[in-house]
């Protein structure tokens, strides 16, 4: 199935958000005018599918995602932040500010179990998640800018938590999380080469918590995170 999304912010607009926009349906490819024109494609799909065995569980998360634009720059539709500043400043937008094309794919798979009894509940499992997109403008002159980026993440989790008969239950979780990000722009107009760089980040996170079931009706806890 397709899905518009507010990504694209007519003339009359103020704000980058497109929270004003009339008379668009966001539920279909919106097609900005003639053929030939702007346009917004954006499609994608997501599967959650689980298995069970009494207090065992295996459960599966996936999705997917496109995302495209396009713009030969001949109508006046705000694509870019250059010309939606323009338009707020009451200035004239920069030649070809609307012009280009840009995309954006990603998906993600998660995989954990579970386990769940009275008095023990537990999950682990596993997280991955890449994302690549870029930008391009067809003029040589366009302010429009070239890009290219990459997001490549992975996680790895469990959390655990025991409960005593008298309602008192104890709760620890542990996450590792590593991603790394690429990215490549060039602003045609105003630099000769090329940025680049590259970073990865890491995290470690701990959760502690403890909980008193005193009553069917209330409950107390006290739980760090970081």
């Known amino acids: 199935s397709t899905y518009g999304v ?35 494609y ?4 997501s599967l959650h599918a689980t298995w069970s065995d009494g207090p065992f569980a295996v459960n599966y998360i996936g999705g997917v995602g496109n995302l495209r634009t396009f713009s030969d720059g ?7 932040r250059a010309a939606q500043l323009a338009y707020e400043n009451g200035t004239e937008a920069p030649a070809g500010a609307n012009e ?3 995309r954006a794919e990603w998906y993600s798979h998660e995989l954990n179990s579970t386990y769940s ?27 429009t800018i070239d890009q290219d980026r990459g997001v490549d993440a992975w996680a790895a989790y469990a959390q655990g ?10 709760t620890v979780g542990v996450r590792h999380t590593e991603e790394t990000a690429d990215f490549t722009q060039y602003y045609r107009l105003q630099l000769a080469a090329p940025q680049s760089d590259s970073k990865t980040f890491t995290a470690d996170t701990i959760k502690l918590g403890v909980n008193w079931q005193i009553t069917d009706d209330i409950l107390t806890y006290a739980s760090y995170t970081e």
């Open 161 to 170: 938590t025991y409960t005593l008969d008298n309602g008192l239950g104890f």
């Open 6 to 40: 507010p990504l694209l912010v007519a003339p009359n607009v103020v704000g980058t958000q497109a929270n004003g926009t009339r008379n668009r349906s966001l539920t279909v490819t919106e097609n900005l005018g003639t053929s030939g024109n702007p346009f917004l």
């Open 100 to 102: 280009g094309r840009a």
């Open 74 to 80: 001949t109508v006046s539709l705000t694509l870019t």
């Open 117 to 143: 009894t009275e008095r023990i509940k537990g999950v682990v499992g596993l997280y991955y998640y890449n994302e690549e997109g870029s930008s391009r403008s067809f003029a040589l002159d366009s302010p």
């Open 42 to 45: 954006n499609d994608g799909g």
